[in-house]
């Protein structure tokens, strides 16, 4: 038998909610709506995918799993494509925050991996209107979830180091707050690879995973009292 931490989802769980009736219509209506995506031809078609996909989400509210996880994080991260205009980086963050609020943090730590597979290369692309909104998906949904988003904080730290590129910025302020909260509230040892292996496999954000470094631990700071650099991969 499993045993199932409280506030985590069980495999039990998820199957009364796939044995309700009102769930195979709800598998239906999605997967038609995921499929419809193979048939955009500009960008305005994707825009238009995903108001079904939120819609067809809000009918069945009262339904927290959801059904073609996969290929549901597949179509998220078509739409996150750079060469794609704002407005559908938009409308696919809308849908991301959709999502996690509607599975909870159970069902969001089990699946976070490939939710957020385009989600954190997203921001050195972004415009300046989506930036601010991808920070607020940080603050909402990854930051509350402490040593448990510690799989994906390679991917994370990069995202805000990307979002230390706007100096002197709000931006960049929420970023070294977020980045304050995850080294506060996770491991410091893989909070600590993290940063570095930025540093040492990531040109685009080698300056700002300095200046972090540097800000939080200053180089008069006695080399004793200094955190080593973890091994990296």
Not at 51 to 57: D, E, F, G, K, T
Not at 84 to 99: A, D, M
Not at 159 to 170: C, K, P, R, T
Request: a neutral charge.
């Amino acid at each position: 038998a499993f045993h199932v931490m409280e506030g985590e989802v069980s495999l039990d769980e998820d199957g009364q909610v796939a044995s309700d009736p009102k769930y195979r219509p709800f598998t239906d209506e999605a997967f038609s709506v995921l499929s419809s995506f193979e048939k955009a031809t500009e960008w305005a078609d994707l825009i238009r995918y995903l108001q079904r996909l939120q819609r067809v989400l809000n009918k069945y509210y009262q339904l927290p799993h959801l059904p073609h996880k996969v290929l549901l994080a597949k179509r998220l991260y078509q739409c996150l494509n750079p060469q794609l205009p704002s407005g559908v980086h938009l409308k696919t963050l809308e849908t991301y925050e959709l999502i996690f609020s509607r599975i909870g943090t159970s069902r969001l730590v089990r699946d976070l991996a490939f939710y957020s597979e385009g989600v954190f290369p997203l921001y050195r692309h972004a415009s300046y209107q989506v930036k601010p909104v991808l920070l607020d998906l940080f603050e909402r949904h990854y930051a509350p979830l402490g040593v448990r988003v510690v799989p994906c904080l390679p991917g994370l730290v990069l995202a805000l180091l990307s979002a230390m590129e706007d100096v002197g910025s709000e931006l960049s302020t929420r970023a070294v707050a977020l980045l304050d909260k995850f080294a506060s509230t996770t491991r410091v040892d893989a909070f600590m690879k993290a940063v570095w292996g930025r540093l040492l496999h990531n040109a685009s954000v080698r300056l700002q995973a300095l200046n972090y470094l540097t800000m939080r631990f200053p180089p008069t700071l006695a080399l004793a009292d200094q955190p080593a650099a973890p091994p990296t991969e």
